[in-house]
C-alpha cells in the first residue's frame, strides 16, 4: 500500500463516514460544551481535549505533507492554508477558551484523534501526491475556492471570538451572543467551518477534500440544529427570526 497515493477504497470509507456520522449526530447530541451529559466516562480538561485531539490535524498532516516524495508548487498554498486554521485551532484556540473549569469525555478527545489523522493523511497525501500544473494558479476553481476559504475563517474565527467575549475569566455561564452574524444564525461558526473546507474542496478539486467538506456538514450540521433548539429553550426572549445555521433558510 502506498501511504502518499489514497486509494479509491479509502475515500469510499470516508463518504461511508459522514453517512453515518449524521445518523448518529442526529440521534445523539455529541456530549461536549452545552450538550455535556454524565456517563461517557472519564473525562479531561477541555483544554487539554482540544489540543490533544486537533493535534494530529498540524503535526500528521505536516508530515505527510513535508515527508512526501513529490508535490506541486500550488501544494504548499494548501499546506498552508490547512496549517493556518489548525494551528490556530490547535495552540491558540485552546488556550482562549473562556469556562474555567470546562471538562469534556476522553472518548470524545480519542474519537476525534483517531478521525484527524485520517483526515491528515488522507487529504495530504491526496494534495501531494496529485500534480497541479501552472494554470491551476489563475483557475477559476483554486481562486473562488480561496476567495471562499478566506471568508469562512474570517466568519470562524469572528464568530467564536463573539462568544469567548460573552463571559468574563472564571464564568462559565451562557447569554444570547449578539452582533455580526449571529443576528441571523445561531452557529455561524460552524457556518464558517463548513465554508472553509469546501473552499478547501474547490481549490484543490479533491474527493479528499469533497469527503472532509461533507464531514464537516454531516457533524456540525445537526448540531447547529440542536444548539438552535438548546438557545430557544433556554431563553424565552431568544430572537425569533433568527436561523440555526444559514441565514433565512435553515
Ligand atoms: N470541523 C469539525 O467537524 C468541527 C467539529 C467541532 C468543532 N469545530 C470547531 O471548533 C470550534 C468550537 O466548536 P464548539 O462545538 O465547541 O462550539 P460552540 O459550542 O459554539 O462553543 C465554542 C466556545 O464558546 C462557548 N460558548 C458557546 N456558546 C456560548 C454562549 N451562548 N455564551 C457563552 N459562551 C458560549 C463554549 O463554551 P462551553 O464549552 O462551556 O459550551 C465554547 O467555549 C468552532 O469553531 C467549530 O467550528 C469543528
Known amino acids: 500500500m502506498d501511504l502518499w497515493t489514497p486509494s479509491v477504497l479509502s475515500l469510499l470509507v470516508y463518504f461511508a ?39 494530529p490535524a498540524v503535526f500528521v498532516a505536516a508530515a505527510f505533507f513535508l515527508f512526501a516524495p513529490t508535490r506541486s508548487p500550488i501544494a504548499w498554498v494548501f499546506f498552508g492554508v490547512w496549517q493556518l486554521h489548525y494551528v490556530q485551532r490547535t495552540l491558540i484556540f485552546p488556550f482562549l477558551l473562556r469556562g474555567a473549569d470546562r471538562r469534556m469525555p476522553v ?27 501552472a494554470s491551476w494558479w489563475s483557475d477559476p476553481r483554486f481562486l473562488f475556492g480561496l476567495a471562499i476559504f478566506a471568508v469562512g475563517l474570517v466568519i470562524n474565527w469572528r464568530s467564536d471570538a463573539i462568544l469567548r467575549a460573552l463571559r468574563g475569566p472564571g464564568d ?39 469527503a472532509f467538506a461533507l464531514y464537516t456538514v454531516a457533524n456540525l450540521g445537526p448540531r447547529a440544529l440542536a444548539n438552535h433548539r438548546w438557545y430557544q429553550e433556554k431563553f424565552p426572549d431568544y430572537p425569533a427570526h433568527r436561523k440555526a445555521l444559514i441565514p433565512g433558510v435553515l
Open 17 to 55: 463516514l459522514c453517512v453515518a456520522t449524521v445518523g448518529l449526530v442526529m440521534w445523539i447530541d455529541a456530549p461536549y460544551g452545552r450538550h455535556q451529559v454524565d456517563g461517557w466516562g472519564p473525562t479531561v480538561s477541555a483544554r487539554v481535549g482540544w489540543i490533544a485531539m486537533e493535534s
Open 172 to 210: 462559565s455561564g451562557y447569554k444570547i451572543p449578539r452582533g455580526f452574524l449571529y443576528e441571523w444564525v445561531s452557529c455561524p461558526n460552524y457556518l464558517g467551518e463548513m465554508l472553509e473546507w469546501f473552499g478547501l474542496a474547490l481549490m484543490t478539486w479533491s474527493p479528499a477534500g469533497l
Open 107 to 133: 472518548l470524545i478527545a480519542v474519537l476525534a484523534f483517531g478521525y484527524n489523522v485520517f483526515n491528515g493523511w488522507i487529504n495530504m497525501a491526496w494534495i501531494s501526491s496529485h500534480s497541479y500544473d
